[in-house]
């Protein structure tokens, strides 16, 4: 017995302790579904709507890119042959459309740091007990929620040549005006969407500050810390999370952007200054007659902002 004993004390020396027995692969329905395949059907429904909303728009863009495609009467066959990156090289060279880039990267620059710190400064001051809480936080989210051409006449109002702003300005008024002011009308348009779209952001941090254990203040407060140091040590590591998904959905938000420079400088003036790269593909592909060159700017369009995300989800996990 001591022998056998002996023995395997041996073996398992040699082999460095006892191995384990090797993981069962698990069967593929089970990495497919889960352990709870039902819940496969229950979200379905909303596969099938990415799908063909998302997904199918996206193929049939990159499909068109590689073509040339043009519009057809229904029903009618056309010849669209495979022309390779022959529609990348003409969007590439030409400058309108580098030009959208640079618009809609002053406007980043500009629009996410600015929805970013708004909101979340906002929520934290929103998240404390204050009088008329309820009516605050209504207030910063209606703009959201109305619809942009009528918010659009109230800029309107306020920003054009003889406008609310300018006449409280007086002589430090800009000239020209600002939406018609090549240099000023991107950075108006920007603050305009961060505006409009803080509500939605601040609701974000609302949800992931009431998570936050109120022991972490507590502890805080008792080593001395002012309300800025726990804002900065505190509140901003907890709400982590929160902030990539703003800056994604900001980032998103802001490289779709479409409804406001269209409404607000006339399609994207003055001479090009406000136009972004949604707006140039409307332009190209309906107004002009080539949707395989707005197909490739898209799909420029959605690598870039996939690469930007990637950065920013890498930069925030690091931190």
Same mark, same amino acid.
């Given at each position: 017995?001591?022998?056998?004993? @002996?023995?395997?004390?041996? &073996? #398992? ?11 069962? #692969?698990?069967?593929? &329905?089970?990495?497919?579904?889960? %352990? ?6 229950? *979200? ?17 863009? *990159?499909?068109?890119?590689? %073509? ?8 009618? !066959?056309?010849?669209?042959?495979? *022309? ?5 090289? $003409? ?14 990267? *002053? ?7 600015? +929805? ?5 400064? =906002? ?13 605050? #936080? $209504? ?21 054009? @040549? ?20 090549? %240099? ?19 609701? =974000?941090? =609302? @949800? ?34 929160? $902030? ?14 479409? $409804? ?15 136009? @972004? ?9 309906? !107004?002009?007659? %080539? ?14 902002? +996939? ?13």
């Amino acid at each position: 017995m001591s022998t056998t004993t @002996s023995d395997a004390r041996r &073996r #398992r020396r040699a082999g460095g302790g006892t191995a384990k027995p090797p993981t069962p #692969r698990s069967p593929w &329905r089970l990495r497919l579904g889960g %352990h709870q395949p039902i819940g496969m059907l229950f *979200v379905s429904p909303y596969l099938i709507y990415l799908a063909a909303i998302f997904v199918y728009p996206l193929g049939f863009a *990159v499909w068109m890119s590689f %073509h040339d495609y043009y519009f057809a009467a229904p029903g009618v !066959q056309v010849d669209r042959p495979f *022309v390779g990156l022959e529609n990348y090289t $003409t969007v590439l060279t030409d400058p309108d459309v580098w030009r959208s880039f640079l618009n809609i990267a *002053v406007f980043l620059v500009i629009n996410v740091p600015l +929805t970013v710190v708004g909101s979340l400064v =906002l929520a934290n001051a929103l998240n404390k007990k204050l009088p008329l809480r309820s009516f605050f #936080r $209504t207030a910063y989210y209606i703009p959201y929620i109305t619809a942009s051409v009528a918010v659009v006449g109230v800029w309107l109002f306020l920003f054009n @040549s003889d406008g609310l702003v300018n006449q409280a300005l007086g002589p430090l008024a800009p000239s020209p005006s600002w939406l018609v002011n090549s %240099h000023l009308a991107m950075p108006v348009v920007a603050i305009f969407v961060a505006w409009k779209q803080l509500g939605f952001f601040v609701v =974000l941090y =609302l @949800s992931a500050l009431q998570n936050v254990p109120n022991e972490l203040y507590e502890a805080a407060e008792i080593d001395g810390a002012g309300r800025l140091r726990i804002f900065r040590s505190v509140t901003v590591p907890a709400v982590r999370p929160a $902030t990539l998904l703003v800056l994604i959905l900001a980032t998103i938000t802001g490289a779709n952007l479409f $409804t406001e420079p269209y409404l607000l400088t006339s399609g994207g003036g003055p001479d090009g200054a406000t136009t @972004s790269p949604v707006l140039l593909m409307y332009q190209r592909g309906l !107004q002009q007659g %080539h949707p395989d060159e707005a197909a490739a700017i898209g799909v420029i369009l959605v690598v870039l902002i +996939t690469a930007i995300s990637l950065v920013y989800r890498r930069l925030v996990e690091r931190d």
